[in-house]
């Protein structure tokens, strides 16, 4: 027979309110003895009676997250901590993937599927500040990640502008001086890129150099192949970089093999810093230095967010999740 809530209940020494509150995500449970009641819930194999819970509370039990590439490391490792998070809260999470396209963005924001769900976490990499404004899905929505003229919706990122300070101060902290960006995307929507150009400028002109513009690359996306031809170009400059800060670890991991196929030796004569600490970037050769998202917070807080808004809608806010400097190898 299939446990109940008053099973756990007894089985945590807890009431079954408590185990309500810990099954539909609510935060205000203290951390002991959430992890308490999780564990009776593991150990007695407790699922939510999904059907019935949406028939009482109109809810689904479901959450939407919506991001550019499913491929991509850092999205596929985002959405696996975020499935997990959400699998502990009693949510299950449904992922689409919008390859970056506006239209299927817009589609999206303004409720297209969003009846079926609870609430959508979404990464856009296309939707414009207006669009966001004029959304009128009243569906509990959190973004995801970089995104400029965020107001009247809930957002959750790392400080982006101080983490790329951070990795190119690192750079020229060990006596670097030609320091490129690579990763400059000048006709995206997606503020990822201009936020991360900005903490890199910061951080050269906190040094007294200027910003060179043959040493800031743009790319057409944010992949190995952008960062290893990109990385040619550099190394084809009569004046190379002797380190690179690029805005992605995809970006980073092409450079490297750009550097390879050169016969440049990193990170004697050049050092690397990539952003987003994917598992490919540890096991590289040399392993990758590279600016760490705390994947895990981001997920919960977005989570958070959206139990807030479902529960007693508030105010939205944008918050800040973790992240450090994971040094390598490469620098």
């Known amino acids: 027979m299939n446990p109940k809530l008053r099973d756990v209940a007894e089985h945590a020494g807890v009431s079954v309110r408590t185990v309500s509150n810990v099954v539909n995500g609510f935060r205000y449970v203290a951390p002991a003895t959430r992890e308490r009641v999780q564990a009776s819930i593991d150990a007695l194999g407790y699922r939510p009676n999904l059907a019935a819970r949406t028939l009482r509370r109109g809810r689904t039990g479901l959450v939407a997250l919506v991001i550019p590439e499913i491929d991509s490391p850092y999205f596929a490792e985002l959405a696996a901590r975020t499935v997990r998070i959400a699998g502990s809260r009693g949510m299950t999470v449904l992922i689409d993937q919008t390859d970056g396209d506006a239209e299927r963005e817009k589609e999206l924001l303004h409720g297209r599927r969003s009846q079926l769900v609870d609430g959508v976490l979404f990464s856009p990499w296309a939707v414009a500040p207006a669009e966001l404004a004029a959304r009128t899905d009243t569906v509990p929505l959190v973004l995801l990640g970089e995104h400029d003229g965020t107001g009247g919706v809930d957002h959750v990122a790392i400080d982006n502008v101080a983490a790329a300070r951070e990795a190119t101060r690192h750079l020229l902290a060990s006596g670097r001086r030609r320091v490129a960006a690579l990763g400059i995307q000048p006709r995206s929507l997606n503020a ?93 050769v040399p392993a990758l230095t590279t600016v760490a998202p705390d994947k895990d917070r981001i997920a919960e807080l977005a989570l958070d967010r959206l139990a807030r808004q479902a529960a007693d809608p508030a105010p939205p806010r944008s918050i800040v999740a973790p992240h450090h400097l994971e040094v390598r190898e490469t620098s």
Request: with cysteine; proline share 9%; hydrophobic share 45%.
């Open 192 to 284: 990822t890129a201009r936020q991360r150009l900005a903490g890199y400028r910061q951080a050269l002109a906190e040094a007294g150099l200027p910003a060179e513009p043959e040493l800031e690359v743009p790319v057409r996306r944010l992949h190995r192949a952008d960062g290893h031809q990109a990385m040619l170009r550099l190394l084809d400059l009569p004046r190379p970089p002797d380190a690179v800060f690029c805005f992605t670890d995809e970006l980073a991991l092409g450079a490297l093999r750009a550097a390879a196929d050169r016969r440049v030796p990193v990170p004697e004569s050049l050092a690397l810093v990539g952003f987003d600490d994917i598992e490919d970037g540890r096991y590289s």
